[in-house]
C-alpha cells in the first residue's frame, strides 16, 4: 500500500506536467546535473547531525507527547530541552515545535515530515504548482523566487507561531543560534522557515539548516537564493535509493542548491559521502543512485540515518 500510494502521486504529477516518456527525462535532466568531486566522511564528522536526526525524529511523534516531552526514547535523549511551543494538527498543517537545545545552544524548530500512512500529508505533496514567496510574510522577497504551493501553504500556516517562539527563546536563553530540522515533507518546511526567519530575525542570527530525505522545494531562483544566504550552513542528508528527494522534477522547474549541500549514506556499504556541486550524478550521490523513479526503493526514505529511522512509526 505504501509504494502504491506513492507511485501514483508521482505519476500524476508527471502526467499533470509534461508528457515525457522515462529516455526524455533522464535526457533533460542530465543537461543540468553533473559529476563533481565525492568525499567519504569520517564517523566523526557524520556523528555531528545526531542530534538534528533525533530532534527530527521526536517531530513524528505524537502531538501529547511532544507537549509533556515524554515520547519516550527520542525525548529521553535531550531530557534537558526548553519546550517554547508546539502546533500544527498533523493533518493541513503538519505538528512542529520549537524550543532551546542546551547542547548545540541553539533554538531549534522541527518539523513533522510525510508518513505513507497519512494520506493528507501525501496529496499535499502531490500538489505540483509554484507560488511566489508571500511578501507579508517574506518581506523583500523577489517575486521571481517561487516555491511548490503545497509547502509554502503548510509553512505559512505556522509562521508567526513559530517566529514568535523563535523570538522568545532567543531573547531568554541570550542565543544568536537558530536550527531548522525536519524529514521528507518536514524538511521542506524547514527550507522555507530557515528562508523566512533570517528575513524577520536580527541579521546577527546564526542558521544551521539539516533536512532528511528533503524532496525539490522551489525553482532555480529559489536554489539560487538559499545558496546565496546559508551556503554551507545548510545540509541536506539523503538515504540509499530514495525516491522522495528527486522529486518533484528537474523537467517541472524544480532544483536543488547547488553549495555542496548533500551529504548521502548508502547503507548497502555503511559509506557517508560529501556530494559537490548541484544534483551530482555521481553513484555515492543521490541523483546517481536514482536516475529516475523506478530506480528507487520508498523504503529507504525512513532511513536509518546513523542508525534513526524517521516517521511515525519510529518514535
Known amino acids: 500500500m505504501r509504494l502504491i500510494s506513492w507511485a501514483a502521486i508521482v505519476m500524476s504529477s508527471m502526467v499533470f506536467a509534461a508528457p515525457l516518456n522515462t529516455s526524455e527525462l533522464e535526457e533533460w535532466d542530465a543537461r543540468i546535473t553533473e559529476i563533481a568531486p565525492v568525499n567519504t566522511l569520517s564517523g566523526t564528522s557524520v556523528s555531528e547531525f545526531r542530534p538534528y536526526t533525533e530532534m527530527a525524529r521526536i517531530a513524528y511523534c505524537p502531538k501529547e507527547t511532544i507537549e509533556s516531552w515524554t515520547c519516550g526514547e527520542a525525548c529521553q535523549t535531550v531530557a534537558d530541552f526548553k519546550l517554547y511551543t508546539v502546533g500544527g494538527d498533523g493533518k493541513g498543517t503538519p505538528v512542529f515545535f520549537v524550543g532551546y537545545h542546551p547542547a548545540l545552544d541553539s533554538v531549534v524548530v522541527a518539523h513533522e515530515g510525510t508518513d505513507p500512512k497519512q494520506l493528507e500529508s501525501l496529496l499535499v505533496d502531490a500538489n505540483i504548482v509554484f507560488d511566489p514567496l508571500n511578501t507579508t510574510l517574506y518581506p523583500g522577497i523577489n517575486p521571481s523566487i517561487k516555491a511548490h504551493d503545497g509547502f509554502t501553504n503548510a509553512h505559512d500556516r505556522?509562521?508567526?507561531?513559530?517566529?514568535?517562539?523563535?523570538?522568545?527563546?532567543?531573547?531568554?536563553?541570550?542565543?544568536?543560534?537558530?536550527?531548522?530540522?525536519?524529514?521528507?515533507?518536514?524538511?521542506?518546511?524547514?527550507?522555507?522557515?530557515?528562508?523566512?526567519?533570517?528575513?524577520?530575525?536580527?541579521?546577527?542570527?546564526?542558521?544551521?539548516?539539516?533536512?532528511?530525505?528533503?524532496?525539490?522545494?522551489?525553482?532555480?531562483?529559489?536554489?539560487?537564493?538559499?545558496?546565496?544566504?546559508?551556503?554551507?550552513?545548510?545540509?541536506?542528508?539523503?538515504?540509499?535509493?530514495?525516491?522522495?528527494?528527486?522529486?518533484?522534477?528537474?523537467?517541472?522547474?524544480?532544483?536543488?542548491?547547488?553549495?555542496?549541500?548533500?551529504?548521502?549514506?548508502?547503507?548497502?556499504?555503511?559509506?557517508?559521502?560529501?556530494?559537490?556541486?548541484?544534483?551530482?550524478?555521481?553513484?555515492?550521490?543521490?541523483?546517481?543512485?536514482?536516475?529516475?523513479?523506478?530506480?528507487?526503493?520508498?523504503?529507504?526514505?525512513?532511513?536509518?540515518?546513523?542508525?534513526?529511522?524517521?516517521?511515525?512509526?519510529?518514535?
Open 158 to 315: 505556522s509562521a508567526l507561531q513559530i517566529l514568535q517562539a523563535v523570538q522568545r527563546g532567543m531573547v531568554e536563553k541570550k542565543t544568536k543560534n537558530v536550527a531548522l530540522v525536519g524529514h521528507s515533507l518536514g524538511g521542506a518546511l524547514a527550507l522555507l522557515n530557515g528562508v523566512y526567519l533570517q528575513l524577520n530575525l536580527p541579521p546577527s542570527t546564526v542558521f544551521k539548516i539539516v533536512t532528511f530525505g528533503q524532496p525539490r522545494v522551489g525553482n532555480q531562483e529559489f536554489a539560487d537564493y538559499v545558496d546565496r544566504k546559508f551556503g554551507r550552513s545548510y545540509t541536506r542528508i539523503t538515504n540509499s535509493r530514495d525516491l522522495v528527494p528527486i522529486i518533484p522534477g528537474i523537467f517541472l522547474g524544480f532544483h536543488h542548491t547547488a553549495t555542496n549541500s548533500e551529504i548521502h549514506f548508502d547503507k548497502s556499504t555503511n559509506n557517508w559521502t560529501a556530494c559537490a556541486g548541484r544534483e551530482n550524478t555521481s553513484k555515492s550521490c543521490i541523483k546517481g543512485a536514482v536516475p529516475n523513479i523506478f530506480a528507487a526503493r520508498i523504503d529507504d526514505h525512513f532511513g536509518p540515518y546513523d542508525g534513526i529511522s524517521l516517521g511515525s512509526q519510529f518514535c
